[in-house]
């Protein structure tokens, strides 16, 4: 078995060929899954069958950059599941997920969230910035953020008193109407 690529970012979401050996080719009746073994987090993804030598799936979202363990499992009806290979696979942190921490460490601090200088710095051209969007938003959803994190910062003047008259948490509430 070998993967292309060999790598994903820590937020996953990509999509990974499998290319079989010649003796692990598909068969209609069996179904084929890939288990991503890693230090805390273990993953089970599915597979798309593209070829008889050429399978598919998407990468799940890791909790670390490490090299995990990737075991290709097959299952047919009436037999036991069983590993068919293994390979190793990387996952990275990548600029959409340093923006991603970038934000979440800037909340509240308006001078540090002039993200404008932040793109003028890692250098994304014009057009890639709805994908390097979509990719902040599947970055964002992996950080590991502290419970009391807050999209307001840590100010403590805007937690809990009034602001415009209104509670903070129906004023971020209003604006979401608007």
Not at 26 to 49: I, N, P
Not at 124 to 142: C, E, I, M, T
Not at 150 to 169: A, C, F, I, M, P
């Amino acid at each position: 078995m070998k993967l292309t690529p060999q790598q994903a970012p820590l937020y996953g979401d990509c999509v990974v060929t499998v290319l079989l050996a010649e003796e692990d080719k598909v068969e209609d009746d069996v179904v084929f899954y890939l288990v991503f073994s890693g230090s805390t987090l273990h993953h089970c993804a599915s597979t798309r069958k593209v070829s008889s030598d050429t399978l598919e799936t998407i990468t799940p979202g890791h909790d670390c950059c490490e090299t995990v363990k990737v075991q290709l499992c097959a299952s047919k009806e009436g037999l036991p599941v069983f590993v068919v290979a293994e390979e190793d696979f990387h996952f990275i942190q990548d600029e959409a997920y340093d923006a991603a921490k970038f934000l979440a460490t800037s909340a509240g601090n308006q001078q540090a969230l002039n993200f404008t200088r932040f793109l003028d710095q890692s250098g994304p051209p014009s057009g890639d910035v709805n994908s390097l969007d979509k990719k902040v938003v599947l970055a964002f959803r992996h950080l590991k953020l502290p419970a009391e994190w807050n999209v307001l910062g840590t100010d403590q003047s805007l937690h809990g008193e009034n602001l415009y008259g209104l509670q903070t948490n129906k004023f971020v509430i209003l604006l979401f109407f608007f």
